[in-house]
């Protein structure tokens, strides 16, 4: 696929522009899923994530596995906030989900005490049990240093 025959990109501010406005099987539009927000290029009748044609726009193919915005922004498609990742390393740089009812990734309360738990390379670990959120937090922090998370880990 030509990307660069019809559509423009800046790396500085991660923004793509249809050079051809007037073709309308090839043209930039907005796709939003449940969780977070992307931005995708709709290209002979298929959708493509926009960050996933960036790599290809830069280096010349497709990625292999997955593409990480750095900030956590989906829609931050600037250079500097892509980069190509295994689905283990993608893991380590994941949003605390909205529905996470203590604010901190892997810290639930159950009766009364906050439980720290972290789940790395597939085995979910339990840090332990503690009396308030901010010795969980820490608690939680340590073992994401340890682990090697990515330090946006865990953040809205």
Avoid at 44 to 72: E, W
Wanted: charged share 30%.
């Amino acid at each position: 696929m030509d990307l660069s025959s019809f559509v423009t990109y800046n790396k500085d501010t991660g923004r793509i522009t249809t050079i051809d406005k007037n073709r309308p099987k090839e043209r930039v539009r907005f796709f939003k899923s449940s969780r977070c927000h992307y931005k995708s290029i709709f290209v002979n009748g298929k959708d493509y994530l926009s960050h996933r044609l960036i790599f290809l726009l830069v280096n010349g193919h497709l990625p292999k596995t997955h593409v990480d915005h750095i900030n956590g922004n989906g829609l931050d498609n600037r250079w500097v906030n892509i980069r190509e990742v295994t689905q283990a390393e993608n893991n380590l740089n994941k949003k605390v989900y909205r529905c996470n009812s203590t604010g901190v990734s892997g810290v639930t309360i159950r009766d009364g005490r906050y439980r720290v738990r972290i789940r790395y390379k597939g085995i979910l670990y339990n840090v332990g049990t503690y009396k308030t959120l901010e010795e969980a937090r820490k608690a939680r922090e340590v073992k994401e240093i340890e682990f090697g998370f990515h330090k946006n880990h865990g953040k809205r």
